[in-house]
């Protein structure tokens, strides 16, 4: 009867160790996760040469790309996004509708998600 408590105890042990383990992980992934679509999505070459990017998240207008990362954004005349965060100006969206006033505009997203034309 001892032997077979003792090997309740241990593998009550060892699945406690392993939820313990599992519940770190997953705060630690929490805590590190990115919070937006930002990112490399194409080479930028390509996306001069066609005009607009066939890999990158598409937007329906202006207002859901308060989901990207805060910073700022480069709209060009075909409604392509870029983020202007270096000097590599990266495409990260393209929008389905946008006005002509909208086109070859620079924008920017706080930490909120609120969108804002850049003057100048």
């Given at each position: ?19 313990v ?56 005349s ?17 929008l ?25």
């Open positions: 009867m001892s032997i077979e408590k003792s090997r309740r105890g241990e593998h009550f042990k060892i699945a406690l160790g392993a939820v383990g599992v519940i770190l992980l997953s705060v630690l992934a929490f805590m590190s996760g990115h919070k937006g679509v930002t990112g490399y999505v194409v080479d930028s070459d390509s996306v001069a040469e066609s005009g607009s990017p066939e890999t990158v998240a598409e937007f329906e207008d202006l207002s859901s790309l308060s989901s990207l990362s805060p910073g700022t954004y480069y709209i060009d075909y409604g392509t996004v870029y983020w202007l965060g270096d000097s590599s100006r990266v495409a990260v969206g393209g389905n509708y946008f006005t002509e006033s909208q086109k070859n505009r620079m924008i920017y997203i706080d930490n909120e998600g609120n969108l804002g034309y850049l003057i100048g």
